[in-house]
């Protein structure tokens, strides 16, 4: 069973995942599978996952070919779904099993093909596996929030080639989700507006850090990027859940990832990177209550935030929280508009 | 000029280098320059650096061979020396210029050893550079903060081979030591003990943590490690401030950090790593107001935080704070404990 530990001094947990119990020989080779005949992920091999849990498939049973997008649990999973979470003291400390979820999404059959060389449809199926397993994992009440992620390429933490992302739910508020939930919740209290609107509204009319814009959505380079060619895309209308986008809004989000990985991987030549969704959490639905005794609604914004992984973090950035940026968010915006995606 | 620019959002500071100014192509290729006749911290290449700062050196001018250690200005800083502040809004967003220092401490002349290779003697003279330039960026009245830390092989952001530690002085206090100071005042505000004392007191008591312990100082692996194999360095005697250690402290110290580099060289066969040093900040010499006006004499407690560098920081860490680590802190001590270092 692995264990959530709280640490006093940092005021953070940090999951220890015994269950996959790497000895120090463990570490001394890092490899990417690449190999085709052994992909885990490849259409055929469906026998290598354990048990589906969700999957997009014209026609045909569970667990077998004829799908587009299949989600499985994490065969070494960060938590199980199993148990309670038994929160208790230790000393100093404090410590609860590890409960949560670890799922796979994997967004094609195709061991070739990565995210940003999918068409815009094969894409929508993507997010619309993203949707229904949100909705699904939130009825759970021990779950607090839902992590959406992707890595990809191996300095960005992918184990396997074969184009992915996961699902990470867990039995407490992140500390970086919970210090911008707070801050959007402030800021409304104060002025009765998004704080992720005005941000918007204001790089909308500078135009400076403004990468694309779609009718719906927006790709910028944050001000205070903390690594080089960082970025977000944001829906431009207010609106708080990911969860809740229709079919037709999730269409052009669609055309809208394709527009910002292609740019990326035209500039930076197939860089590695990670991308997170950054939702509401279930909160409110949990409680059962009507949106309107809630303000996540009025206050929170959701949103995707990406960062290329072309620097290592070095000492100065894990000690000190302090990021050294070495390209200015305006100058990786001019190189990303003015990249040949044709 | 650099700037720091406010996340309003994340609550942090981003140092937006642009001197430095990376573009796409300089990112596709990212090397360790291990070649010795160019390496300007090598004994006889002192013209290739800029002018030295500081020096342990027998006898001879500034900037000639016969040198122990020498501490000289990086030539690529993050954060220049000269200037103001310049503190003032932009939209939403503040930002600042980048003033501050930013030294690098060659920690031999010898290009072909390792901080670890080092005997006792020579770790000592590093530590005498560090406290000598601790106590000198102090009297800077512009800078809050100092960050002595070290970054060994190329994953953990070193981008030379010759062993060099770096000093970066910063005109605010980053957000991990912000954090640790505010938790260390509210435990000692509730208490009249230090945190660190008790957390130092439980874990030599209870001994599944401890690497190694010596007269004045101990090695342990933190109970709620973010990393696998991380380590602390503790003085097990209450010191808040690292740059007021003795001679003899710091030679006992020398001898502490050659036991933790080698058991780490020895059992994970000369890893990338990280450490920081993190120690008192300088507010209350630069106020002028007598140690028993401030408690931080009482309530902090300096200490070395070493990571080794084997998983890569994935999705799931950066986007949420969340670290998932596949080694217990328990297993890792006793691997550490059985490592041969005879």
Redesign the interface.
């Known amino acids: 069973m692995s264990e959530l ?14 269950e ?5 020989r463990d ?2 080779v890092e490899e990417e599978s690449g190999e085709l005949a052994s992909c885990p992920f490849c259409y055929g091999n469906e026998g290598r996952t354990p048990q589906e849990i969700f999957a997009i498939r014209p026609s045909g049973p569970a667990n077998a070919p004829n799908w587009r997008v299949r989600v499985v649990p994490n065969k070494y999973p ?1 938590l199980r779904i199993e148990g309670e979470l038994n929160n208790r003291g ?4 404090d410590v609860m099993n590890g409960i949560g979820a670890h799922e796979i999404i994997i967004e094609t059959p195709d061991h070739q093909r990565g995210l940003a060389d999918l068409t815009p449809a094969e894409i929508t199926n993507v997010l619309f596996a993203y949707r229904a397993r949100y909705l699904d994992l939130r009825r759970d009440m021990r779950f607090r929030y839902m ?1 959406l ?3 990809h390429g ?5 184990t396997l080639a074969h184009a992915h992302s ?1 699902l ?1 739910a ?1 039995p407490l508020t ?4 919970a ?2 939930l707070r ?2 919740r402030e800021f409304y209290a104060n002025k009765e507006r998004c ?2 609107c ?2 918007i509204g ?1 790089e909308l009319a ?1 135009g400076e850090r403004v990468v694309k814009e779609f009718a719906s959505y927006v790709i910028l380079t ?5 690594f ?2 960082e970025l977000r895309l944001y829906p431009k209308r207010h609106a708080h859940d990911f969860a809740r986008s229709t079919d037709a809004e999730l269409a052009e989000l669609a055309v809208a990832m394709k527009e910002m990985l292609s740019r990326l991987k035209a ?3 197939d ?1 590695p990177y ?3 969704i ?1 939702s509401a959490p279930p909160l409110q639905e949990r409680l059962g209550k009507p949106d309107y005794w809630s303000s996540i609604e009025y206050d929170y914004h959701w949103h995707i ?1 990406l ?1 290329p ?8 950035e ?12 305006e ?1 990786a915006a001019a ?1 990303l508009r003015d990249a040949d995606v044709s």
């Not at 530990?5 to 015994?18: C, G, S």
């Not at 230790?90 to 400390?93: E, F, R």
């Not at 992140?174 to 989700?177: K, L, N």
């Not at 072309?310 to 100065?316: C, E, H, K, R, W």
Request: aromatic share 18%.
């Open positions: 530990r709280w640490d006093p001094l940092k005021l953070h947990w940090v999951i220890i995942a015994t996959r119990g790497r000895r120090p570490f001394l960060a230790y000393g100093l400390y992590v992620f992707k890595n191996t300095r960005a933490g992918a996961q990470i867990v992140p500390p970086v989700a210090t911008e801050v959007c704080i992720f005005d941000l204001f500078n944050p001000y205070a990027s903390s080089p060619f500039v930076l030549k860089p990670n991308f997170i950054h935030e960062v992984r072309l620097t290592q973090i070095a000492g100065f894990w000690g000190t929280g302090f990021y050294i940026n070495p390209t200015s968010p100058d190189f």
